[in-house]
């Protein structure tokens, strides 16, 4: 076996894309396959991918002058030039090279022995990639998604990286529109499925849960009777899916009814332990990742484990190797013993639920202090799931309540009108946040900071870590 990628020969492309050579050598190679110009290296086929902020076509003679030995590009800016592009590069054309960038990556896959895991849901998709790959590890040549390369231009990506000493590739998948997911089940040829878990997110492309619920479902549409499905016993819109299921289900949760199953131990600063059990076997896992997500997770990826063999020590191993990723209930002391959260990956009504419960169990008899930025792509929901944050953080009797963003008078809102004294309520920009919070902060504080993407939260973590 070897480590080293396959190159790509004109004729593969145009095989797996059903494209149009319109200059070149069919004969030639690709040393391998680019959508970034920035990146793009000597003998690369580059890509012109059109998306939201840029056209990939309008950097075609950057990606020639990095040393591109040829270009797939859509058919409509073939037939819109005057004459047809020649010289020494190669170029083909496609009616759509989003499209085609996923038939060349499930080109790559089927001619491997791989298998593949793919990993959705509304929450902890990445951290359980992390740690499916870890335990996979244990006994196998993994490829994994790298950071969240979890859509239709970086999972195939992340497919273009396998080579013959694969055994498992490890994929997120993630989705705002539905649809999605079904075309990345079919570029990734999937053995095995997991879905963490359905909750309010990305409700603006899919308009409700219910249309959240039926995206996911496309995963196990994708893995057909052959395949196996690795489902969230506790979630019971998972449960629903699993019932039209017709392959074979492997099921965990925090349930005596799970297949693999969790029982949660303790909640520390240094992360969380919980009891792993499968059939007769049972073992102590410490995590270094911290709250009853990171369990859920660990238990997705130990269902994995057990399903393609591995023993319930190696799982605890891959498991326990886990370190947590940036931005993702990340714990840190600032200066005076006060302890910060940084949770600011991103925000959905299900995630922010989670991170106050994990503030709650870990701040003991010290003050818990939430700092949230607008949740997005929550569609016509968005203002009552603000609202609805607003009185959880009220019912969880915290100190403060800091919200920033077109939304934070929402959370305001749901606060007070929950009990909440308005005086522990905090509403400004990110800098004026940090311009509080740095005057009424003590000893044994806990700060939770998150919200969206979009929001970049950590600016409020940064402000709290620079000494005055």
């Not at 004026?432 to 939770?448: A, R």
């Amino acid at each position: 076996m070897t480590n080293a990628l396959k190159p790509w020969a004109v004729s593969d492309v145009l095989q797996a894309t059903g494209g149009r050579l319109v200059s070149g050598n069919e004969g030639a190679q690709f040393q391998a396959i680019s959508t970034d110009s920035r990146t793009t290296k000597k003998g690369d086929l580059f890509i012109a991918i059109a998306g939201q902020k840029h056209d990939g076509h309008d950097f075609l003679q950057e990606a020639f002058y990095k040393g591109a030995l040829g270009a797939l590009v859509a058919e409509g800016y073939i037939t819109g030039k005057s004459e047809v592009p020649g010289g020494e590069g190669i170029w083909i054309s496609v009616p759509d090279t989003l499209t085609a960038l996923g038939d060349l990556a499930a080109f790559r896959r089927r001619e491997t022995n791989v298998s593949v895991v793919a990993i959705t849901g509304t929450n902890g998709k990445t951290t359980t990639k992390e740690m499916t790959a870890a335990v996979l590890g244990q006994a196998f040549e993994v490829l994994k998604t790298p950071g969240n390369f979890n859509n239709l231009i970086g999972l195939p990506l992340t497919l273009f990286g396998l080579n013959d000493s694969h055994e498992w590739a490890v994929l997120e998948l993630a989705m705002n529109r539905p649809g999605e997911i079904r075309r990345l089940s079919e570029i990734a040829d999937i053995d095995l499925g997991v879905i963490t878990n359905i909750e309010a997110g990305h409700l603006e492309g899919v308009k409700d849960i219910n249309g959240v619920m039926k995206a996911k479902g496309e995963l196990l549409e994708g893995l057909g009777q052959d395949g196996t499905a690795v489902l969230n016993v506790d979630d019971q819109r998972v449960c629903r899916l699993a019932e039209r299921f017709g392959g074979r289900v492997v099921t965990f949760g925090i349930n005596s009814s799970a297949e693999v199953s969790g029982t949660p131990v303790s909640q520390t600063r240094s992360g969380s332990s919980f009891d792993l059990s499968w059939y007769d076997k049972s073992v102590r896992v410490s995590l270094k990742i911290h709250g009853k997500g990171a369990i859920y997770n660990a238990l997705a990826a130990a269902a994995v484990g057990y399903r393609v063999g591995l023993t319930i020590e190696e799982v605890k191993k891959g498991l326990e190797s886990t370190i947590p990723l940036p931005g993702r209930m990340e714990i840190s002391t600032l200066p005076g013993g006060i302890q910060l959260i940084n949770d600011t990956y991103n925000a959905n009504p299900g995630s922010v639920a989670v991170a106050v419960e994990t503030l709650c169990s870990l701040k003991g008899s010290g003050r818990g202090i939430i700092v949230l930025g607008d949740m997005m792509e929550l569609g016509q929901h968005a203002k009552n799931a603000h609202k609805q944050i607003g009185i959880l953080a009220a019912r969880a009797g915290v100190a403060g309540l800091y919200a920033t963003g077109e939304f934070a008078e929402a959370v305001a809102e749901g606060a007070t009108g929950a009990g909440m004294d308005h005086r522990k309520i905090f509403i400004g920009t990110q800098e004026q946040i940090v311009e509080d919070l740095k005057g009424c902060l003590g000893p044994g504080d806990w700060v939770l900071v998150k919200g969206s993407r979009l929001m970049a939260m950590e600016k409020v973590v940064e402000g709290l870590r620079i000494d005055d």
